[in-house]
């Protein structure tokens, strides 16, 4: 069985973090940035997020050009990716935007998290149990049997962390915002955790490039730097 290629998208300030600690949500891309994003987005089979940034951001997570739609559908994929969701709690809330608008959606829950959800999201999305915990490389092997080819990680700061954690990344693209948050008590982008090859592995710097004033690198967290 084939898993998705995993590309794991992140806007990070110049200190790391993805986000203040108020309310409202840091925006850290320009326009050009976002329609990046967007773009990526529209080349992906699926597209994941944790349940704390569907609660904090309440995010649509759809393809926002019309153009791009209507190139999926010409290419006879469907108009919007799959939107997938991991929660182990299973404390959704119905009534957010992401389950409104848009195409398929999947949620990845633990047994309990299922219990909890019961018929809440009935006809709005399929609820998965991967059992006690949820189990990135099982949800992974679970996309990779429906078909899907490429999967887009959007965050937050605990997903990034478990996928890389994991060993199951194929490239990052990280775009690094001008500005600094400095606060302690907003989210990063990874948490402490026990990385494959630890501090000494130098992951293959791909590509950077400029937009605006963001600077865009693309890792590849599998491949050796070629930097001796
Ligand atoms: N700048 C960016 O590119 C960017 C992108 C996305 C998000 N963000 C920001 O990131 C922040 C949220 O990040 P976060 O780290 O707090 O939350 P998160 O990663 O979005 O979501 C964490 C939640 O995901 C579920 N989860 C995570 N790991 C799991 C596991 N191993 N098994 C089962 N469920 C798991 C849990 O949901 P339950 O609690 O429901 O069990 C957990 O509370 C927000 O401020 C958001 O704005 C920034």
Redesign the pocket.
């Known amino acids: 069985m084939t898993r998705p290629h995993v590309l794991l998208?992140?806007?990070?300030s110049i200190d790391g973090y993805?986000?203040d600690a108020s309310p409202d949500?840091?925006l850290?891309s320009n326009a050009a940035d976002f329609d990046r994003v967007d773009a990526l987005r529209a080349e992906s089979d699926a597209v994941l997020?944790?349940?704390?940034?569907?609660r904090?951001?309440n995010p649509r997570l759809l393809v926002n050009s019309a153009e791009r739609r209507l190139h999926r559908i010409a290419a006879g994929r469907p108009e919007y990716p799959v939107r997938v969701i991991?929660?182990?709690?299973?404390?959704?809330d119905p009534r957010l935007n992401f389950w409104r608008f848009g195409g398929e959606r999947l949620v990845y829950?633990?047994d309990s998290?299922l219990h909890r959800i019961g018929d809440t999201l009935h006809g709005r999305a399929e609820v998965v149990s991967l059992g006690g915990?949820?189990d990135?490389p099982s949800l992974l092997d679970d996309l990779g049997k429906r078909g899907l080819e490429r999967l887009m990680v959007?965050?937050?700061?605990?997903?990034?962390t478990?996928f890389l954690a994991a060993g199951l990344v194929d490239e990052i693209r990280m775009a690094v915002a001008p500005l600094v948050v400095g606060d302690p008590a907003a989210?990063r982008f990874l948490g402490p955790a026990d990385f494959p090859g630890g501090p000494h592995h130098r992951m293959q710097l791909a590509d950077v490039s400029r937009i605006g004033d963001i600077a865009l690198l693309r890792y590849l967290p599998k491949e050796d730097s070629d930097v001796g």
């Open positions: 998208s992140v806007a990070v993805i986000d949500r840091l850290l997020i944790g349940a704390q940034t569907l904090r951001d991991v929660t182990a709690t299973g404390d959704l829950t633990t998290g915990t949820v990135f959007e965050g937050g700061g605990s997903i990034h478990a989210p």
